[in-house]
């Protein structure tokens, strides 16, 4: 059964980090890209970054402090987020594509985690 499931949302203070992961099953990692999407109340779905075999991706508001990486012995990517702010709360998930498309647009993704919670506040 394919599957993506988010881990590592939480409750961090401003400056802080945080690392999330998705752990996928049913398929295998190597063949797909995967991105990072992001949800705050009240507005639209912001794709944030994207990986596959051959680039990374990130959208601009969250480049130079965010990473993402991928460990495909156990089909996980991993968005490392340092220096967080109040305006990256939101939920975030985790999407599958073919290939990284950038600017991200979620039409592209065919299967999703059900999302992770973070907020940023003091």
Sequence with gaps: QLQLVES???LVQ???SLRLS???SGFTLDYYAIGWF???PGKEREGVSCISSRTTYYADSVKGRFTIS???AKNTVYLQMNSL???DTAVYFCARAAWC???IQARF???WGQGTQVTVSS
């Design 8 to 10: 590592g949302g939480g």
């Design 14 to 16: 401003p400056g802080g």
């Design 22 to 24: 998705c752990a996928a």
């Design 38 to 40: 992001r949800q705050a």
């Design 70 to 72: 991928r460990d495909n």
């Design 85 to 87: 702010k109040p305006e």
């Design 101 to 103: 498309i950038t600017p």
């Design 109 to 111: 993704y065919d299967y």
